[in-house]
């Protein structure tokens, strides 16, 4: 009598099951690498804007510092966005006919702000304070990256939950003197305070509960 099933049925009986049994797991491990890349965390795509604003020579080249835009970042939560008047401070005087100034000057004379697109866009059930950040030693490169080498700004942290509590669970390797704190290429020199020396200095007491960011 014939068998039913020849030796290779053997061999393809454990492929499938094989199959059945590593779906799952390789599914698992998919999501979980997607969830960690880059991809779903939203870093280094850039976001377009109204206006080609190009980081790399007005903080890069020209040194502006990030305050002179992003003036409400050492009183607010939020960092603010530049206004016209502030672009036209400088370019009333220069570049007075670019093209790509086209849109500061319709906003200035239609009275209106410059619909920017926000690049670091936290949930809604996250609060972030930008000021108590700043006035405590915390650097703008360390969450927002080097700006300065930027032509257009993208997300160079994954500003995950996880993130936020290591820097909170131990935040003085992410000090600096507050005169520095706007500097991209800032690095301690001998004869600067240590990071120990900043905690106590701006009386860092980072805090992990829920409460701190999900009001």
């Not at 068998?3 to 979980?32: C, E, K, Q, S, Y």
């Not at 700006?147 to 600096?176: I, Y």
Request: with cysteine; proline share 9%; aromatic share 8%.
């Amino acid at each position: 009598m014939a068998w039913i099933f020849t030796r290779r049925a053997n061999t393809a009986a454990r492929v499938a099951a094989a199959g059945v049994l590593g779906t799952p797991v390789l599914v698992v491990f998919t999501l979980w690498a997607y969830a960690w890349s880059p991809l779903a965390q939203n870093m280094r795509h850039p976001v377009a804007q109204p206006v080609q604003f190009d980081h790399r020579h007005h903080a890069g080249d020209e040194a502006i510092d990030c305050r002179y835009c992003h003036n409400t970042v050492e009183v607010s939560s939020s960092a603010g966005y530049p206004s016209v008047s502030t672009c036209l401070n400088c370019h009333s005087q220069i570049w007075t006919q670019s093209p790509l100034l086209e849109p500061v000057r319709q906003s200035y004379f239609a009275d209106r702000p410059i619909p920017w697109n926000r690049v670091h866009n936290l949930p809604d059930f996250v609060y972030f304070n930008h000021s108590i950040h700043v006035s405590k030693g915390v650097g703008c490169v360390t969450c927002h990256g080097r700006v300065d080498l930027m032509p257009e700004v993208t997300q160079a942290q994954p500003l995950s939950m996880g993130w936020c509590l290591d820097c909170h669970r131990d935040p003085a390797p992410n000090l600096r003197p507050l005169e520095a704190i706007t500097s991209m290429r800032w690095q301690p020199r001998p004869g600067d305070p240590t990071p120990e020396e900043l905690v106590r200095r701006y009386d860092v007491h980072p805090r992990t509960n829920c409460t701190t960011c999900h009001r």
